[in-house]
């Protein structure tokens, strides 16, 4: 069923034709902020088109977007422009949907400000399509994502690009009891959950301070202050 701008509804829409390499088969509907419009931004949307990804630069009514591309050469009013996006997409889709920022070139100080100011991923028009688009779909997951050698460079300092305002009390609350070196059961016990609650807590909070596992939940943590030890 589509709706009156012709895009799938969020409950019945189908997946995007999956590229030969896989890089974005779960992608289905990207959502682009483009204040400006360039020959980078051109080149993005013919990478969507080609590969069969639904797009817009308008939110559509009952459309839940895998990932929302911020395209932006300013760092400065960066932060301001992700926290508009988040709080639109929440109130039209009550979904907080992974942002990405794009750029026309490989700006590492850019990129910097991007994950800093919240967003999940920073691309840029040097990338292969195929690069692009793999990015936008492990964003779509939640996972931070950027160019091998600016990752390496932002991740020194892995605390300082975690969101902890992303988390809710009870998840912080469970991860501090992680810190403290307590298991799933014992967290249960403590705060009067189930085992599967606890774990559904933690897989959320994993995506959002983007780690794999509570070993390196704990560390985060503690690096920024929000834990014991």
Same mark, same amino acid.
């Given at each position: 069923?589509? $709706?009156?701008?012709?895009?799938?509804?969020?409950?019945?829409?189908? #997946?995007?034709?999956?590229?030969?390499?896989?890089?974005?088969?779960? !992608?289905?509907? *990207?959502?682009?902020?483009?204040?400006?419009?360039?020959?980078?931004?051109?080149?993005?949307?013919?990478?969507?088109?080609?590969?069969?990804?639904?797009?817009?630069?308008?939110?559509?009514? +009952?459309?839940? #977007?895998?990932?929302?591309?911020?395209?932006?050469?300013?760092?400065?009013?960066?932060?301001?422009?992700?926290?508009?996006?988040?709080?639109?997409? =929440?109130?039209?889709?009550?979904?907080?949907? #992974?942002?990405?920022?794009?750029?026309?070139? $490989?700006?590492?100080?850019?990129? +910097?400000?991007?994950?800093?100011? /919240?967003?999940?991923?920073?691309?840029?028009?040097?990338?292969? #399509?195929? %690069?692009? !688009?793999?990015?936008?779909?492990?964003?779509?997951?939640? +996972?931070? *994502?950027?160019?091998?050698?600016?990752?390496?460079? @932002?991740?020194?300092? +892995?605390?300082?690009?975690?969101? @902890?305002?992303?988390?809710?009390?009870?998840?912080?609350?469970?991860?501090?009891?992680?810190?403290?070196?307590?298991? $799933?059961?014992?967290?249960?016990?403590?705060?009067?959950?189930?085992?599967?609650?606890?774990?559904?807590? @933690?897989?959320?909070?994993?995506?959002?301070?983007?780690?794999?596992?509570? =070993? %390196?939940?704990?560390?985060?943590?503690?690096? =920024?202050?929000?834990?014991? /030890?």
């Amino acid at each position: 069923m589509r $709706n009156g701008n012709g895009h799938r509804a969020a409950a019945d829409r189908q #997946p995007a034709p999956r590229l030969k390499d896989g890089a974005a088969g779960d !992608l289905a509907f *990207v959502w682009l902020v483009c204040p400006y419009y360039s020959v980078a931004t051109a080149g993005l949307i013919r990478v969507l088109m080609k590969s069969g990804i639904q797009h817009g630069i308008e939110l559509p009514p +009952e459309i839940a #977007p895998d990932c929302v591309v911020l395209c932006t050469q300013d760092a400065e009013d960066l932060p301001e422009a992700i926290e508009n996006i988040r709080k639109a997409s =929440t109130d039209a889709t009550r979904v907080d949907c #992974p942002i990405v920022v794009f750029a026309s070139q $490989n700006d590492s100080k850019l990129a +910097e400000a991007s994950l800093r100011g /919240g967003a999940r991923g920073f691309v840029h028009a040097m990338m292969r #399509p195929e %690069q692009i !688009l793999r990015a936008l779909s492990v964003a779509s997951k939640g +996972e931070i *994502v950027a160019p091998r050698g600016l990752l390496a460079f @932002l991740l020194a300092d +892995e605390s300082s690009l975690v969101d @902890l305002d992303a988390l809710s009390v009870r998840q912080r609350e469970i991860l501090e009891l992680v810190v403290e070196g307590l298991s $799933n059961a014992q967290i249960s016990r403590r705060l009067f959950l189930t085992e599967s609650t606890i774990k559904q807590h @933690l897989r959320r909070a994993f995506k959002i301070l983007g780690v794999k596992n509570r =070993t %390196q939940a704990a560390k985060v943590m503690r690096r =920024t202050g929000e834990g014991s /030890g």
